[in-house]
């Protein structure tokens, strides 16, 4: 489905305006994938959607920087 050697990371995050919580999750495709785990994350006191985006994007981007990907 992808070119050899690309990884695809799809992540979303939902967030409740009310309690400042928010979910992430992504999940890794790709042939380079098997070193990493998927990522799923609850944090308090975030102060929107897109902070709550940001954070999925910021961990997947952490999490395949140092699986050395």
Same mark, same amino acid.
């Given at each position: 489905?992808?070119?050899?050697g %690309?990884?695809?990371?799809? =992540?979303d995050? +939902?967030?409740?305006?009310t $309690?400042? !919580?928010?979910?992430?999750?992504? *999940?890794?495709?790709?042939?380079?994938? %098997?070193?990493?785990?998927? =990522?799923?994350? +609850?944090?308090?006191?975030? $102060?929107? !959607?897109?902070?709550?985006?940001? *954070?999925?994007?910021?961990?997947?981007?952490?999490?395949t920087?140092?699986?050395?990907?």
């Open positions: 489905m992808f070119p050899d %690309r990884t695809v990371c799809k =992540v995050a +939902a967030w409740n305006a $309690s400042g !919580a928010c979910g992430i999750g992504g *999940i890794f495709s790709g042939d380079n994938t %098997r070193n990493l785990s998927t =990522v799923s994350e +609850a944090h308090s006191h975030v $102060s929107s !959607a897109l902070t709550a985006e940001a *954070i999925a994007v910021h961990r997947a981007v952490v999490l920087v140092y699986s050395n990907v």
